[in-house]
Each structure stands twice: as C-alpha cells, then as structure tokens.
C-alpha cells in the first residue's frame, strides 16, 4: 500500500536528550513537511523539504533540525535545546505545489 | 489575527442534525483543503477546492469555496455519531514556498 509511516507511535525523551522521529513515504512524492500540534490547536509547520538534500525553516523551528538524504525519507531531531517539545508530531508529504498533502498517523512525544 | 481562521472552535450537535464550519482567510485562496482528524492520529483528506465558487460533496459533505475565493465552508447533513472529530481546514495563499497554513481547526462532537 502507499503512504506514509511514522515511527514510534509514542516517544519518550529524557531531560537533555535528542530524539529523532521517522518518517518515510513510498509515494515517490517530492515535498516533505514536518508539524506540530499541540492540545486544542491547529497545526504549526517545523521544517519542509522540497527536494532531496534541501530544506527550509517553517516557523518554528528552533530546537529541532532535520535532513533529506533520500527521496523517501524526512526524519526529525528534537533537541535538548527544544525546552517544551511534549506535542504530536506529523509528517506529510506532497507531490507538487497546489496538490494535495497527505498526513502519516503521528508520534506522540511526551517528557520523562 | 491569524492567517486561517476557523469558526466555530467546537460545537455539539444533536445526531440527524445539519453543521456547518467557516474557514475564513485573510489572502487570497489559491487552493483549500478540508481534513478530519480523530483524536491521536493523523489528518485524512476530505475535499480540495482551487476554483471561485466551486462546490464538492461526498456522502454527506459538502464544501464550498465562495467567488472571491477568501472563505470556504463545510457543510454536514444528517450527522452521524462518525462524522465526530476534529476538522481542519489548510490553505494555499500564494506565499512564497511550498506550503500549507492550516486553520485552529473545529471539534465536532455528535450527541446520540
């Protein structure tokens, strides 16, 4: 089947420790996104890749970094330096501009 | 104000019901998108408009995107105890980049 996996379902960072998500698609789409969502709200942007080995800062990006070195794949690193990062975490990928965006199930981060 | 707004925030609505969400922008759509997210897991796609004035439906849904193209609404019929859950409404404005900007979203429950 295509789609998108997201992986661990649930996540669980302790003070001062990276963590990285997963996220890999199969349906050879170029554009990736990562988002945040946190309690009662909409869906804030982190990162975006629009081609393999280039992305860019969403708009809140502080605290986490990412990389894009295969089509297929956009995994996320949250930070020590990202102080509050209990949230849902969801992963998209699109296959040009003006098409629609299709969302993996989400990582669930929660703080020890 | 924000980019996207949504209204309303929540609503209840008796099963059998009509509802109806707003998704208010403050530029120009070039594109809008309509997900449904139930609570812990990922968006699934519901509608996309691009066109002033056009209208889509599916089973009982039915989006509309009006002339000139800065508001959209989702209309349910008949609600169902399935049509509960979190709509959220994203938005193609034309800004610079290949990305979404999404609205608060709508928490739907429906009383049986």
């Known amino acids: 089947d295509g789609g998108i996996t997201q992986s661990p379902k649930y996540l669980f960072r302790k003070e001062g420790q990276n963590v990285t998500l997963s996220c890999e698609q199969n349906l050879n789409h170029d554009a990736m996104y990562w988002y945040r969502q946190d309690p009662g709200q909409g869906l804030r942007l982190i990162y975006y890749?629009?081609?393999?080995?280039?992305?860019q800062k969403g708009d809140i990006a502080e605290g986490y970094s990412v990389s894009r070195e295969k089509k297929e794949s956009f995994p996320l690193t949250v930070t020590s330096a990202q102080k509050n990062p209990t949230a849902f975490y969801l992963c998209?990928?699109?296959?040009?501009?003006?098409?629609?965006?299709?969302f993996g199930p989400g990582t669930r981060l929660l703080v020890l | 104000s924000q980019e996207l707004e949504q209204s309303p925030q929540s609503l209840i609505v008796q099963e059998g019901k009509n509802l109806t969400i707003n998704c208010t922008s403050s530029k120009t759509l070039y594109g809008l998108y309509w997900y449904k997210q139930k609570y812990g897991e990922g968006l699934i796609f519901l509608m996309m408009l691009q066109k002033g004035g056009e209208e889509k439906s599916h089973e009982k849904i039915t989006a509309k995107l009006d002339e000139k193209k800065q508001q959209s609404s989702l209309h349910i019929t008949a609600s169902q105890p399935s049509h509960a859950g979190i709509y959220l409404c994203g938005a193609d404005t034309g800004a610079a980049g290949n990305k979404l900007t999404f609205g608060g979203g709508t928490r739907v429950l429906v009383k049986p």
């Open positions: 998209a990928s699109r296959r040009a501009r003006w098409e629609t965006q299709y």
């Open positions: 890749s629009q081609i393999v080995n280039d992305f």
